[in-house]
């Protein structure tokens, strides 16, 4: 499984954006984004079931944040609002063959991205 993340840019405190990423075909069971800060470790931001579209959200942006999948276009999408400057960060998908939705820790992530760029400006 190949995964191509897309969508990040500048933007201002109290923006938006929307995050994409690409999967190719393969087996995917959970798919989740996660985020890594400058001299921050990698946390965990939200997952998806590829199948039910069942989420789980982490504490990191919890309330801000949505995670949807187009199981059509092999395609999961992170929608990120009220933007803070402390959410700039390298933002990553990635997918897992089994598990389960809320275990969400970066360990037991099978294929991962190659990341996008948010900077978000005060």
């Known amino acids: 499984v190949q995964l191509q993340a897309s969508g990040g840019g500048l933007v201002q405190t109290g923006g938006f954006l929307r995050l994409s990423c690409a999967a190719s075909a393969g087996r995917i069971f959970i798919m989740g984004w996660f985020r890594q800060g400058p001299g921050k470790e990698r946390e965990p931001v939200a997952a998806i079931v590829w199948s039910n579209g069942g989420t789980y959200y982490a504490d990191s942006m919890k309330g801000r944040v949505t995670i949807s999948r187009d199981t059509a276009k092999n395609m999961v999408y992170l929608q990120m609002n009220s933007l803070k400057a402390e959410d700039t960060a390298v933002y990553y998908c990635?997918?897992?063959?089994?598990?389960?939705?809320?275990?969400?820790?970066?360990?037991?992530?099978?294929?991962w991205g190659q990341g996008t760029l948010v900077t978000v400006s005060s």
């Open positions: 990635a997918a897992k063959r089994s598990g389960l939705v809320y275990h969400i820790q970066a360990y037991d992530y099978d294929y």
